[in-house]
């Protein structure tokens, strides 16, 4: 999550306490509302450098919250 926080202080300009507050604000929220597996992936996503600068970290993450999300709504294929 501190790659998340480090690039949002820097496309704004904003303290880095002042993102960080927000950001785990609307982490907070997404884990009340989202079913809670979907909110363990999105602890695990954030916790291992979701917001990864890689397009292949990138990749790996979207499909691993994918196959979250397929075997909450009960598809066959991520």
Do not use: R, W, Y
């Not at 609307?26 to 954030?46: A, I, Q, R, Y």
């Not at 990749?59 to 919250?65: G, Q, Y």
């Amino acid at each position: 999550m501190n790659e998340l926080v480090q690039m949002i202080v820097q496309k704004t300009g904003l303290t880095q306490d002042k993102v960080q507050m927000v950001v785990d604000l609307v982490v907070t929220h997404l884990k009340e509302k989202l079913p809670g597996s979907v909110g363990s992936h999105l602890d695990s996503f954030l916790s291992t450098g979701g917001v990864a600068t890689t397009a292949g970290g990138v990749a790996e993450k979207a499909k691993s919250v994918v196959a979250g999300l397929s075997s909450v709504f009960g598809t066959k294929d991520a």
